[in-house]
């Protein structure tokens, strides 16, 4: 368990670019053949803006998280609900979370 000012610490130190083994988290480490690329704990995407997005999302019986961050523009999301991750509403938290960093980057307001 954790809280949403933990999780935000935890997304400051992802920006700290002296600090070499985040950076190798950082690193892709497998990629699948449906092009599913994976860094020790983290799932990166390219983003719209073409950079690297980092995230990893989670739940179980009683909720539903989404962690996302993108280092290059130093943002940093994290969803936290009380949705199972059973429930078929689930997925809807990773939407979320990548929408809100699509409205950050492009300086729309929400």
Known sequence: LSTSKDLAKFLQAQFDTTNRALHL?????HEDSSG???GLGWLISRG???NDWF???GGTGGYTSCMLFEPKN???IVV????SSFHRNSKNIDHLCFNLAELILNNEEF
Request: glycine content about 10%.
């Open 25 to 29: 988290t950082q690193q892709v480490t």
């Open 36 to 38: 599913v690329k994976a």
């Open 48 to 50: 719209n803006n073409g």
């Open 55 to 57: 995230w990893h999302n």
């Open 74 to 76: 130093k943002i940093g």
């Open 80 to 83: 936290l609900s009380n949705i």
